[in-house]
């Protein structure tokens, strides 16, 4: 990578001081704070001041599962691993590491790591991140049931697919035909706070214009995640739009994504023949 492009440490420099100066503001509220309920106890520590580069890739290599939690606490993800040291696909969760790759983080690692850490700690880091993770695979999931359902109610087939208008890319969540003219795009939305509708809302509103400027003929419908049942004509209200064909809900459940989808296509045109029959 270019020498005037930042590197990971670069970030890390930048707001080394000011995350000093929380840590020890953190420190502090919490002995003022939760003052009757501190103890000193015996705990196992791992201090990493007295290891050298090679106890660590050794480490490493013998047990990759360490790998995560090492990284969430020098706040490193695997996009820097890529970027700083060129090791691509690289699963933080689980690693296939070489002994030149483990040898290559180490160094890499060693001056972020604390010079000593509770072992308790950093097993409860790792299971913050593995929970997320996990979150987010089930949100992904839902994604896919929708495509499922598409292609299972609609007449035409459904993948994710892009398109360029003024130079500038956007992305269809799931688009049909698979290749060619664009002639339904569908934007799929999952809306999880109030303070999210306005900006993700605008977002579907732009994307629709783009699409109908670049394909007139296209139809526009979109799937959105909203659990906040009351306020949806909320949603509905701000996604008018000669832009929009349809907008509708579904939830985590496989009966809500298949009515809604059904809906979405029955709005769209778009049904089996057995389904409009149906």
């Not at 994710?160 to 939305?189: H, Y």
């Amino acid at each position: 990578m270019s020498k005037d492009f930042e590197k990971h440490r670069d970030y890390l420099n930048w707001v080394e001081e000011d995350a000093k100066l929380r840590k020890n503001n953190v420190e502090n509220s919490l002995r003022e704070v939760f003052a009757g309920f501190i103890k000193v106890m015996e705990v196992e520590v791992i201090v990493f001041s007295n290891m050298s580069v090679f106890d660590l890739a050794k480490s490493l290599f013998d047990k990759p599962i360490i790998l995560k939690p090492l990284l969430a606490c020098c706040n490193i993800a695997g996009r820097a691993i890529e970027r700083d040291l060129g090791i691509k696909n690289l699963n933080t969760y689980e690693p296939n590491l070489t002994e030149d790759m483990a040898k290559v983080i180490a160094g890499y690692i060693k001056p972020f790591l604390p010079q000593y850490l509770e072992l308790n700690a950093l097993s409860n880091i790792d299971r913050i991140y593995f929970i997320d993770k996990e979150i987010r695979k089930s949100k992904g999931r839902w994604e896919k049931q929708i495509l499922k359902a598409l292609n299972t109610y609609g007449s035409g087939k459904y993948k994710k697919r892009k398109f360029i208008f003024e130079g500038e890319q956007f992305e269809l969540d799931l688009a049909s035909p698979m290749e060619g003219v664009i002639q339904i795009g569908i934007d799929v939305k999952r809306i999880e706070a109030r303070r999210d509708i306005h900006k993700r809302c605008d977002e579907i509103v732009n994307k629709a214009a783009k699409l109908k400027v670049l394909f007139p003929q296209a139809k526009f419908g979109v799937v959105i995640y909203y659990p906040f049942i009351e306020e949806q004509v909320n949603i509905q209200n701000r996604l008018r739009s000669n832009n929009i064909d349809s907008v509708v809900f579904a939830s985590a459940s496989k009966e809500s994504v298949n009515n809604a989808i059904r809906l979405l296509l029955s709005s769209l045109k778009e049904h089996k023949e057995n389904e409009r029959q149906n």
